[in-house]
């Protein structure tokens, strides 16, 4: 069964911390993103990676950056978090051209607060 | 630019009736593809249906239909015979040459008993 698999499903960090959201895909795909999700705004990509060490930003990318090191591992670093950046985040894999069917999967999300 | 428009935050349907969630959308790229997919309160995102813009009929996956109107760039999601566990948000995406999804802001349905 196919799986994209995100480190943690809640966390709580303080302001000004360095948060790690990690990702693994076992799929062996070659795009990962990172989505936020908030009510009324829907998903908005925040960062997406088509190639090892290749990253290109999102809609929303200011506060965020990323690391994909690994072709399965896709981080996304919150250098100092504040409390704006409370929201979930998910994580999503997709072959090279997801354009038929369900060729994008999700993770489960990560609940992140910031207090 | 890449957008999508869901203008219906909240719908209520009784069981076993038809629902349609509004989806528009804008872009100038003539090749895309539409998403709509499935949040319960888990917050897994669970794939329903898919249609290309190139696609010559209207996509179909068991009790979703995807009514796809390409001068009207609407693409809505048809639910028959709704059931309980429909009850969940609703988004619309697309994708273009970006490779990235391009989401709605959701639509909530509740379905009632």
């Known amino acids: 069964d196919v799986k994209v698999t995100q480190s943690s499903r809640y966390l709580v960090k303080r302001t000004g911390e360095k948060v790690f959201l990690e990702c693994v895909q076992d799929?062996?795909?070659?795009?990962m993103f990172w989505y936020r999700q908030d009510p009324g705004l829907g998903l908005r990509l925040i960062y997406f990676?088509?190639?090892?060490?290749?990253?290109e930003k999102g809609d929303i990318p200011e506060g965020y950056s990323v690391s994909r090191e690994k072709k399965e591992r896709f981080s996304l670093i919150l250098e100092s978090a504040s409390t704006n950046q409370t929201s979930m985040y998910l994580c999503?894999?997709?072959?090279?051209?997801?354009?038929?069917?369900?060729?994008?999967?999700f993770g489960e999300g990560s609940w992140l607060t910031v207090v | 630019a890449q957008k999508i428009t869901q203008t219906q935050p909240g719908m209520f349907v009784q069981e076993k009736e038809a629902v349609t969630l509004d989806c528009t959308y804008d872009?100038?790229?003539?090749?895309?593809?539409l998403f709509w997919y499935k949040q319960p309160s888990s917050g897994e995102m669970i794939f329903l249906i898919y249609?290309?813009?190139?696609?010559?009929q209207n996509a179909t996956e068991g009790r979703y239909s995807l009514n796809f109107q390409k001068a009207r760039k609407s693409a809505n999601l048809v639910i028959s015979a709704s059931q309980l566990g429909d009850s969940a948000m609703y988004f619309c995406?697309?994708?273009?040459?970006?490779?990235?999804?391009?989401f709605g802001s959701g639509t909530r349905l509740q379905v009632q008993p």
């Open positions: 999503a894999s997709s072959s090279r051209s997801p354009r038929r069917g369900n060729t994008i999967y």
């Open positions: 799929m062996d795909h070659e795009n």
């Open positions: 990676s088509y190639d090892v060490k290749m990253k």
């Open positions: 872009t100038s790229d003539p090749s895309y593809g």
């Open positions: 249609q290309g813009s190139y696609d010559q």
């Open positions: 995406a697309m994708s273009t040459g970006r490779r990235a999804l391009t």
